[in-house]
């Protein structure tokens, strides 16, 4: 797998990503670049210049993390696609910049963690990830859109979405269920989820994931559209 791709655990269940969740993922991500950044001018310094702080949610730490642009940047993903509302920007503002601007500062910052979670000893949560995949995922869903042509980073960080169609791990995350429980759909007698194949790799596409993930009880619809 490409260095500045974007990793998920396969073969598992990953609920609804919690605001909560995102908080403490997104102190963690500022404490661990910034541990980095410190280590660089550690020599000679008293203290342990490597110690990394654990989220505890009080006053002081929301205040820096909520000022950050790690918080900004994560929390418009998170908003589109957990929440469903619609992608705020302003009539200034190109919406192919955004995405591009958005997706490629939350590649750079998530990748650059992970050497740093291992070293610390950090347990993976992968609640940026899944924010991100989640957010192609929708995107594709509500606009029917070619993500090779709407996003300026391209699709290599991303090695588990597909430019057009949508993959299990997306219908999962959209649908918050298994992977597993999407594959059974595929195969299943009844409501089966028609699928595409391309080689070992199964797709569905935007017409049929619309379809299927409407009568999905963990399904959120995104707000004004109609599918």
């Not at 991500?29 to 210049?49: C, F, V, W």
């Not at 070293?119 to 993976?124: A, D, E, M, N, Q």
Request: aromatic share 12%.
């Amino acid at each position: 797998m490409n260095l500045l791709s974007l990793r998920l655990p396969t073969k598992t269940s990953l609920p609804p990503v919690q605001e909560s969740e995102l908080m403490a993922y997104c102190f963690e991500t500022l404490t661990l670049i910034e541990n980095l950044r410190q280590s660089l001018e550690s020599y000679g310094a008293e203290g342990d210049p490597h110690e990394v702080p654990k989220w505890e949610g009080n006053k002081q730490q929301l205040a820096i993390m909520k000022a950050s642009r790690v918080w900004l940047v994560f929390k418009e993903l998170f908003s589109y696609a957990e929440l469903g509302k619609p992608i705020n920007i302003s009539s200034s503002e190109n919406i192919g910049a955004w995405l591009t601007d958005h997706l490629e500062n939350a590649v750079k910052w998530i990748c650059c963690t992970y050497p740093m979670k291992e070293y610390h000893g950090f347990y993976l949560s992968f609640v940026g990830e899944q924010i991100v995949y989640k957010f192609l995922a929708r995107l594709k869903l509500d606009f029917e859109c070619d993500l090779e042509e709407v996003i300026g980073c391209g699709l290599t960080p991303f090695p588990y979405t597909h430019e057009m169609h949508l993959t299990v791990m997306e219908i999962a995350l959209l649908a918050g269920i298994s992977e597993r429980s999407v594959r059974n759909a595929i195969y299943s007698k009844d409501d089966r989820l028609e699928h595409i194949k391309d080689g070992r790799q199964v797709y569905v596409s935007v017409k049929e994931a619309r379809r299927w993930l409407q009568e999905r009880r963990k399904f959120t619809r995104t707000e004004g559209v109609a599918y």
